[in-house]
């Protein structure tokens, strides 16, 4: 795989599935990476696209506005009906540009795990743009499906997040064979602002112990002898379920190939087997503490 | 229709702000808050959270109202944590405050706000600020969600401002809205706490909360906090008495799957 410049559209499937990407430094000022840990990182968002419409995974921090609406202006016309879903609601990497594409696109709909998405998403100026509610929201339960396009026969299915801290949505592609996983498999940071952001292979950077820490320094800082069997059952079930041949993180590298897949789900759930109530001793972990 | 019962003065020079927000679960309709907490010093006003993003209009008005009438400043807003219902409110804020620092853990927020960063004070547990006769500390964030969380303290008050910290709904249709923990006398604590923390505090589903309560018990005892002023939930006024039933509830997600 070539090496992808900074806010460079990548094509993962021919006129169907494009990622939209930028690079960040690593310095401890983001909330979604380790405050110690130092380098690059691509935040990315998805488009799945049909002939009649489109789907956008997650829309950016609205420091990257103009970078996103580029990439995007490049993926789909501005009549193209286009529905948004920001996997992380809560989170402003996800819900940053829902403003600013929902007035420059022709956006149809919100999935949301909350009724009334502009309530969630429209914050970033001034005043708010009343017009953005009369646009109707799906709300997500524990699964939901949505077909691209109109009458096209492309179905995703959108699912809340097996393993989770804040509420979050996972997403299945069946016609790409790609699980979209918000803020879970984003451990895959470069020391270079350049690199392959697309995996084909196993990296360093991806060892068991670099992935626990990454883990229980981000948003899993729970995880060490919590009751982790159970999150293990939910996500061996989507891994059986579904046939994945890509893992489309919400920030971090991608993994492609079934091989590279399931070694990322085998490391997750020996991890979670190790932190397990049965094999971890449970404490409390405070503000800052690294491990 | 609902009507709003805030903003409301809990003690002196400390206003509750905000609105409700409507949820449904399991066939009931249940309330909860996303607060904000407007603290009057003798020369400068804090404001704690900036609310639901669908609330700011309704939040402003109320602030600005207490703030003419005390003829006091906004000067700073503290967010608890880096989440929409905590800190969507900033650039709101600073589009209309362009001197007001924002303190806390300020990470993300350059990336979220970029044309406010110079607005963005960092702040870590133990570090204050002066708003004259009241002084502000950041304190330790026992129960949270986001790594960044931080949770606030006022002195000589005593109050605890601890975001997703005792966060808990209340019962619309008897009356709750606006009521302080111990005014709501039909609200079932427990249950109400427990359904929170079992939907939006994934982690406490899985984690032994023995643990975090312990602490937080041992954080309460420390800063002798008298009153505790939560985001979501109603603010408690009485910690000893209180503080049990909701620690009770933030067990039930674990002790229900454990069962």
Not at chain 1, 45 to 55: H, I, P, R
Not at chain 2, 24 to 48: C, E, F, I, P, W
Not at chain 2, 164 to 171: M, P
Request: one cysteine or more.
């Amino acid at each position: 795989m070539n090496k992808n410049k900074n806010g460079e559209v990548v094509e993962l499937e021919k006129d169907k599935l494009f990622l939209l990407q930028n690079i960040v430094k690593l310095d401890g000022r983001l909330i979604a990476f380790p405050p110690n840990l130092t380098g690059f990182a691509p935040l990315n968002c998805y488009v799945l696209k049909e002939d009649t419409g489109a789907f956008l995974i997650d829309t950016g921090y609205l420091y990257h506005k103009d970078s996103i609406l580029n990439q995007l202006s490049k993926v789909i016309s501005f009549d193209t009906p286009l529905s948004i879903l920001p996997t992380r609601v809560n989170e402003f990497m996800t819900v940053g540009n829902v403003k600013s594409i929902s007035q420059k696109f022709n956006t149809q709909s919100y999935y949301l795990a909350q009724p009334d998405a502009p309530d969630w998403f429209d914050f970033t100026d001034r005043e708010r743009d009343h017009s953005l509610r009369k646009i109707p929201t799906h709300v997500i339960g524990k699964h939901i499906e949505c077909e691209i396009g109109f009458k096209t026969g492309r179905v995703i299915e959108i699912m809340s997040a097996p393993l989770r801290l804040i509420n979050t949505a996972w997403v299945y592609d069946k016609m790409s064979k790609t699980l979209f996983t918000s803020d879970m498999f984003t451990y895959g940071v470069s020391k270079n602002p350049v690199d392959t952001w697309i995996l084909e292979k196993d990296d360093f950077f991806c060892e068991s112990q670099f992935i626990k820490s990454f883990m229980l320094n981000t948003r899993y800082w729970w995880l060490e002898g919590a009751k982790t069997n159970l999150l293990r059952k939910n996500i061996n079930h989507i891994f059986e379920k579904y046939d994945i041949k890509t893992i489309a993180p919400g920030y971090g590298k991608l993994f492609c190939g079934k091989d590279l897949v399931e070694k990322q789900f085998v490391k997750l759930d020996a991890i979670l087997a190790e932190f397990d109530v049965s094999n971890a001793k449970a404490y409390y972990v405070s503000r800052n503490h690294l491990r | 229709m609902h009507q709003n019962r805030l903003p409301r003065e809990i003690l002196k020079n400390i206003f509750w702000l905000g609105d409700c927000l409507v949820q449904h679960y399991q066939g009931k309709t249940y309330h909860s808050y996303n607060s904000s907490y407007l603290v009057v010093g003798k020369d400068k006003a804090l404001l704690v959270e900036t609310g639901h993003p669908k609330d700011f209009n309704i939040l402003h008005e109320q602030m600005i109202k207490i703030l003419d009438k005390k003829q006091v400043p906004l000067k700073y807003i503290f967010t608890t944590h880096q989440e929409t219902p905590h800190a969507g409110g900033i650039a709101r804020f600073l589009n209309l405050y362009p001197d007001v620092k924002v303190l806390g853990d300020v990470s993300d927020y350059h990336m979220a706000f970029p044309m406010f960063t110079d607005n963005f004070v960092s702040m870590e547990v133990g570090e204050k600020i002066d708003l004259g006769r009241i002084e502000f500390f950041a304190a330790e964030p026992v129960v949270r969600d986001i790594r960044t969380s931080l949770w606030g303290f006022i002195h000589p008050q005593r109050i605890l401002f601890p975001g997703d910290g005792f966060a808990y709904s209340h019962y619309h249709w008897d009356g709750h809205c606006g009521k302080l923990a111990e005014e709501a006398e039909s609200l079932n604590l427990f249950e109400v706490t427990s359904v929170f923390a079992e939907l939006a505090l994934f982690w406490t589903n899985f984690v032994d909360m023995n643990i975090y309560s312990e602490r937080l018990i041992k954080l309460i005892k420390e800063l002798n906090v008298q009153c505790i002023a939560p985001t979501h939930g109603l603010p408690i006024m009485n910690v000893e008495e209180t503080i049990p039933k909701v620690i009770e509830g933030l067990h039930g997600p674990y002790e229900k799957i454990a069962s």
